[in-house]
Structures are given as C-alpha cells and as structure tokens.
C-alpha cells in the first residue's frame, strides 16, 4: 500500500502526540515527536550553561548533540535520546517547557532540526507532529490536521500528565506557560506555527481519544 506522510500540527497540549502515536501504530507507521527535538535542543543549551543568544557556541553545539529516538521494548514508546541517553523524563520538566519556545526561534536550531525531520521522513510512512510540519517539514503531506482545543482543557490535560510524573504544577502556571508559547511560536519569523492552507482544523475540545484518532484514519482511508 502507498506510504504516507501525516502532519499534526496545533497548539500546545491539544492532543497531538497522543493522538499521532495511536494513528502511527494503528498503520504500522513511525513516529516522530517533533517538539521532543526542540526540547532537547533546549535540555542541551540548559546543561552546557549556552545562553539562547550566543549564536556560534549554539552552531557548534548543533554540531557536538545527536538527537534520536529508541524504542522502549517494554511500553512501546519511542523516548527521545539525547547523545545516545533517554532524556524523556528532563524534556517534558516545566524548566524545560518554559524555555523551549526562546530557542525554537533561533533560526539556525530551526534549520537542523527541519533537515533532520525530512531525513527520518523520506521513506514516508511516517506521523510526525509538531508546528511547522505541514507548512515547512513536509508541505507535501497527504494528510495534514491542525489541531486546538481551549486553553482550560489543554491546561488541564497537560497538569494530569505531569501529575503522573510528580511534578505537581497550579492550573494557572500551566496556562500561562501554554498562552506564552503560542504566542511565540505563532508570532516568530521563520516558520511559525499556523494552519497549512490545505489542513483540517480539529477541535479537540470535546472529543475522546478514540474520536480524534477516527477522524485523522478517515482522512488517511481518503487519501489512500
Ligand atoms: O509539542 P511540544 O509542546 O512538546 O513542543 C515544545 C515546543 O517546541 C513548542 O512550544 C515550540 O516552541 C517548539 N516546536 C516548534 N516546532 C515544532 C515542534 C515544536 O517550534 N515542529
């Protein structure tokens, strides 16, 4: 059967991965978490004390980091590696979160990590999710969702998943984290985040899994 390239893009938090990932197993596709990437950029500027403006020490530090992906044979995750160790749990830290859309902006972190996007994508039959996927990565996508949902729902969802990891979190702090980075995100120069001409808008607002999950396989059975 024809492989396919499923971009998800959307706000913060509304969804995507967990709604990515079971489309990705439901096709035997891969997947890639694309905000994993700019969040271990972020882990990695963080820990070697590069300050977000200091341009040649952040080219040279593109250069030294290796970003990857490995399956955990024991959930079926894919974590993400950074230089070759399982950071998952680091990345998706409130530091981290507060800082990630500072350094998604700078230009030269976009370009590494986009060229490295189109390179784990170029045998299709892939999901990847993330802001810029169907307008940059890959606008030649067969399947391109924008996801939202309202902010108190994201807000919430995104505090039940960190409660999971004991990182206990007030609802407003979650807010403002998720209003400041859509902002940033939407407001930045190069390749902001906004609906590809060519995506359906998903609001995920009322919806379960299962149903967003639905909505993106019909889409693929259209596009087949
Ligand atoms: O998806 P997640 O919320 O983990 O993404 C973290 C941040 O990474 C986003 O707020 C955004 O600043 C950045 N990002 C991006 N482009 C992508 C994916 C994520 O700029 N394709």
Same mark, same amino acid.
């Given at each position: 059967?024809?492989?396919?390239?499923?971009?998800?893009?959307?706000?913060?938090?509304?969804?995507?991965?967990?709604?990515?990932?079971? %489309?990705?197993?439901?096709?035997?596709?891969?997947?890639?978490?694309?905000?994993?990437?700019?969040?271990? %950029? #972020?882990?990695?500027? =963080?820990?070697?004390?590069?300050?977000? +403006?200091?341009?040649?020490?952040?080219?040279?530090?593109?250069? !030294?980091? !290796?970003?990857?992906? *490995?399956?955990?044979?024991?959930?079926?995750?894919?974590?993400?590696?950074?230089?070759? @160790?399982?950071?998952?749990?680091?990345?998706? !830290?409130?530091?981290?979160?507060?800082?990630?859309?500072?350094?998604?902006?700078?230009?030269?972190?976009?370009?590494?990590?986009?060229?490295? !996007?189109?390179?784990?994508?170029? *045998?299709?039959?892939?999901?990847?999710?993330?802001?810029?996927?169907?307008?940059?990565?890959?606008?030649?996508?067969?399947? *391109?969702?924008?996801?939202?949902?309202?902010?108190?729902?994201?807000? #919430?969802?995104?505090?039940?998943? =960190?409660?999971? @990891?004991?990182?206990? %979190?007030?609802?407003? +702090?979650?807010?403002?984290? $998720?209003? *400041?980075?859509?902002?940033?995100?939407?407001?930045?120069?190069?390749?902001?985040?906004?609906?590809?001409?060519?995506?359906? =808008? $998903?609001?995920?607002?009322?919806?379960?899994?299962?149903?967003?999950?639905?909505? %993106?396989?019909?889409?693929?059975?259209?596009?087949?």
């Amino acid at each position: 059967m024809r492989q396919l390239v499923i971009a998800i893009d959307g706000h913060s938090s509304c969804g995507k991965s967990t709604t990515a990932k079971a %489309v990705a197993a439901e096709l035997g596709y891969a997947y890639i978490d694309t905000g994993a990437m700019y969040r271990a %950029v #972020t882990l990695y500027l =963080l820990e070697h004390s590069i300050a977000f +403006d200091d341009l040649p020490h952040i080219e040279e530090a593109l250069h !030294q980091m !290796q970003i990857s992906f *490995k399956r955990n044979r024991k959930t079926g995750r894919n974590e993400l590696c950074l230089d070759g @160790k399982v950071r998952e749990d680091e990345i998706r !830290q409130m530091r981290i979160s507060n800082s990630v859309s500072e350094v998604s902006v700078i230009p030269a972190v976009r370009h590494a990590l986009v060229r490295q !996007q189109q390179q784990m994508g170029r *045998k299709r039959g892939i999901v990847m999710d993330g802001r810029d996927i169907g307008t940059t990565v890959f606008p030649d996508a067969e399947v *391109k969702i924008f996801m939202t949902a309202d902010t108190h729902t994201r807000a #919430t969802r995104r505090q039940e998943e =960190l409660a999971v @990891k004991n990182e206990v %979190v007030e609802l407003a +702090d979650i807010i403002d984290n $998720l209003e *400041k980075r859509d902002h940033i995100d939407s407001t930045r120069a190069e390749s902001p985040l906004r609906r590809a001409s060519d995506a359906v =808008l $998903l609001d995920t607002s009322h919806m379960t899994i299962d149903e967003q999950v639905d909505f %993106v396989l019909e889409r693929v059975s259209a596009a087949l």
